[in-house]
């Protein structure tokens, strides 16, 4: 199967699955920046760590990566980027597949407006889309190549799924050494956080199965939110609101969950029948879910100076006042930052302080 996804300045997203539909849809945010610059080989270790993530949270085995076949597959990511955003004809392809290859998928995608982004903007874009989706968790593939170019100001994606008895990929590096559970979060400012909220079990990792990693920097979404909080705060199955829009996700669970303990409504009042699961946090979102979830009074709080216009400034004044956020401009902390987007390790942070781990 051929599926494509395509972002384009500023904020347009084009999504189509060539072999039955193609479908055009409008994101409302720009996508935000990484919080460090990224080496191709560093982004498509990041994709390989999410496809594995959703393909494990959807019951099926992972993938390997087929490292010589990167560089032909990131070669055809550099043509699309010089050339035309289009799927390689099968006599492009076939020289890059190993022999016995028996059956194969690929998804191409280009993100624009910023060049330094996080991998997991671009995953949960292709999550959304069907014909995407359906290349990601197909059960019978066994290996996928995934080659990352970028020219500056966008990042285009060839992603190549296959399955193939008699293929060996080349050995990789060794695995590194971890300094606790986690490779990734050594010199982390949370790094702290992280480790704790491992040990209450409130995340594995990020990429099974292995799980030696955390993708501290990684954007945290609604749906990956509701896992963490369904299992921060072990929230029962309940009868819930029936979102339109979480069939499919593998967070369905935890977003049920999460409706059914009165910690969301929706995204789209008045109506609120969707969830919104592929949709950024911001700092000022998780506030409202934190304290509605904790059940938090108001108090005596610090006056930040960009909360005055937030729809969320109550909720970010008792996140405050209980001592779960000081601000996010150290050392004056007079800001809360209000529509930054939440990443895995400030998240991790709202939850070690709000559960008070040790």
């Not at 609101?241 to 977003?255: H, L, P, Q």
């Not at 009074?297 to 779960?324: C, H, Q, W, Y």
Request: glycine content about 8%; aromatic content about 8%.
């Amino acid at each position: 199967m051929h599926s494509h996804i395509q972002h384009w300045r500023p904020s347009k997203l084009a999504i189509g699955a060539t072999i039955l539909a193609v479908a055009f849809a409008m994101l409302a945010w720009q996508a935000p920046k990484a919080e460090a610059a990224q080496t191709p080989a560093a982004f498509e270790s990041c994709l390989l760590d999410e496809i594995n993530a959703s393909r494990a949270a959807a019951g099926v085995g992972s993938l390997a990566m087929a490292t010589d076949l990167t560089s032909g597959v990131r070669a055809w990511s550099q043509w699309m980027s010089n050339n035309e955003f289009r799927h390689m004809t099968t006599a492009e392809r076939d020289p890059i597949l190993p022999p016995g290859t028996v059956s194969y998928g690929e998804n191409i995608a280009a993100w624009g407006g910023n060049g330094d982004i996080h991998c997991s903007l671009i995953h949960n874009a292709l999550m959304n889309s069907d014909g995407h989706r359906a290349n990601i968790l197909r059960d019978k593939y066994t290996f996928v190549a995934i080659g990352a170019y970028s020219d500056g100001s966008s990042w285009w994606v060839t992603q190549v799924f296959f399955k193939n008895t008699s293929y060996t990929p080349s050995s990789g590096p060794p695995p590194p050494v971890c300094n606790g559970k986690f490779c990734d979060d050594d010199g982390s400012p949370f790094e702290s956080d992280i480790e704790k909220i491992a040990a209450a079990g409130i995340t594995l990792g990020c990429n099974p199965p292995n799980n030696n990693k955390f993708c501290p920097t990684g954007i945290v979404t609604r749906g990956a939110m509701a896992a963490f909080l369904a299992r921060a705060l072990n929230l029962p199955t309940g009868k819930s609101i029936d979102f339109t829009d979480d069939n499919g996700s593998v967070f369905e669970a935890d977003i049920e969950k999460l409706a059914a303990a009165g910690i969301t409504l929706g995204c789209n009042p008045p109506a609120n029948d969707r969830f919104c699961p592929g949709r950024v946090v911001t700092r000022e979102a998780m506030a409202a879910f934190l304290s509605r979830a904790l059940n938090l009074p108001t108090g005596k709080s610090i006056d930040f100076v960009d909360d005055n216009n937030s729809i969320f400034e109550s909720d970010i004044e008792k996140l405050a006042a209980a001592g779960i956020t000081l601000g996010c401009n150290p050392p004056a902390n007079n800001r809360f930052c209000p529509t930054a987007p939440v990443t895995r390790q400030t998240m991790a942070a709202f939850l070690a302080r709000a559960l008070r781990l040790s």
